[in-house]
């Protein structure tokens, strides 16, 4: 759907329009900036590259500087396209102890990519997160919205492999 | 063995976490009832009475920060509950929001109401999505019911609630870079003084307060203070809601009374697994500390943490079996600092990847003995010359893993030295 060969990720017809209605959601409420950026990102290919910085400035009158400051910033964003799946894997010190990775080492190779890059069909990238508040059920992942608890390696690659095949859902 | 003592987490499991009607049969709103009857600072002095102090981290007392914003004058002021929860091995607020939302609310509205404001926000950390649907239903149920919004329970009082998303970032729970970041800006925290008391989001008099601060609120004004105060030890009362994690038999979120040997919160949970040995605990989160089997002995509270040379912190117990190396998860929390640093400032910036090159030339054999000397000066130097907690308490777990564990990094040169 989204062409995200290149550095820079092109904005098709459809998806302007999309991003201008979201971003016109922004009625100089500064507090408000940040649930519309990241709406804005689900629909850019999980990325927030800058062309869409330039268009979401162009309509809420936010210098572009500005907008790549924040989004450089928190590490729900990614100036870099990536795929229409995230894959983060927590590697703070509560999952590491209980094997984080060991899990990771399944994931990249079932994926067949390391940590930071994106597969070439660009479905997958895998990300190193932190801490995601589910210790109790460490280790853990999450992709897109949708966290994996209790993991072992061996659970890894199979839900790994049901992604791949597309039996799961959109998340 | 221990059992619970359930206050914070009172309706867990026990109520529908969105319906109000729910929360109300189990006496819910009926304490911002009470509270609304009641001068301001008549509840001031009733949080004043219950001795709680707050449960993010610093341990403040709740009556002193709201009597500050109480006193300042402004036309607007604002009440913050942070559930930014980045602590690693801190999965307490998570709980508490998606099993009882209504008690934050409940505890938001009361502070709203001693200290005058009339708008608040909660700021919700990003790897929480699943909770928002539940605070956003949960938030439209009180409001129809009139618990929330304009003229609350038919008084002339008015005080709303928005959640606003985190971005992803640990320093946001510092309560200024928060401030910055729903502000629309970089989560940098500012300089203190001002505090967030009487300048703070927008520059405005700002209640910022912990998700379990909260949740306690209602209870104390509808029980006492002085009830609550029975509750604890003295100077550190009512209880907290610890998260158990690492090689625990029994990890999960769990509520003592402030004071709690920490030996009998292990055995309860059944120690480590499996036939392996305790290596030690991490105690208040990354920014804790580290210590052995053998310090075991402890008593869960505030103060006598501190005394021990230990923090309460989140409440955060990570035990250690003996299939890990003190060296590797003292190098696991640099990274994590090195990560997480936003890099306002230099010593905190650069001083937690020197810290991790040292760790990381011990490990490898090749330290020397003057280089733990060499990690205690620069810990030092950080703790006064960072500008906020994080890079003030970020090598806490190397200094006290160098006090608890000496061994684990004496070995590690020897053999570097003999090869
Ligand atoms: C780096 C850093 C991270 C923090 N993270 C949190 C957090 O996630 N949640 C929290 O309630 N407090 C956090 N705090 C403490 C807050 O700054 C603040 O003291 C707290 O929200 C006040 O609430 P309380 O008085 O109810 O504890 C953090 C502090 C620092 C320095
Ligand atoms: S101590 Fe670290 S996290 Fe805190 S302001 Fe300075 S650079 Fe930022
Ligand atoms: S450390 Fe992985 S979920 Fe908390």
Redesign the interface.
Known sequence: MHSIAGEDYFITPAAEKRITELASRYQNE??????IL?DIQKETANSFPRSVAALVSRVTGIPEAKLY??VS?????STKPRGRYVVRMC????C???GAQGVMEAISKTLGIKPGETTRDGRFTLEY??????????PAI?VN???YRNLTPGRAATLMEDYQRGDMKEC | MLSETRIVLRNLGRIDPVSVQDYQKQGGYGPLRKALSMKTEEVIAEMKRSGLRGRGGAGFPVWKKWSFTASAQSGQKYVICNADEGEPGTNKDRVILSGDPNSVFEGMAIAAYAVGADRGFLYLRREYPYVAPILDQALENARAEGCLGKNILGSSFSFDIEVISGGGAYVCGEETALIESIEGRRGEPRFKPPYPGVSGLYGRPTVVNNVETLANVPVILQRGGEWFSGIGVPNCTGTKVFTLCGNITQKGVFEYPMGTNLRDIYETHGGVKDNFDLRGFMLGGQSGNLINAGQMDLSMDIDSCQQAESVLGTGTIMVIDDRNDILDIVQNIMSFFIEESCGKCTPCREGNIRILEILRRISGGEGRMEDLTLLEDLAGMMNVACLCGLGQNSSVAVITSLHNFREVYVKAIERGRRA
């Open positions: 500064p507090e408000q900036l940040m649930n990241l400051g924040f910033f928190y590490s729900m964003f590697h703070s010190a509560p590491h102890v209980c997160c932190q801490c995601l508040g589910v210790c109790e059920n460490a999450m919205e949708t966290v």
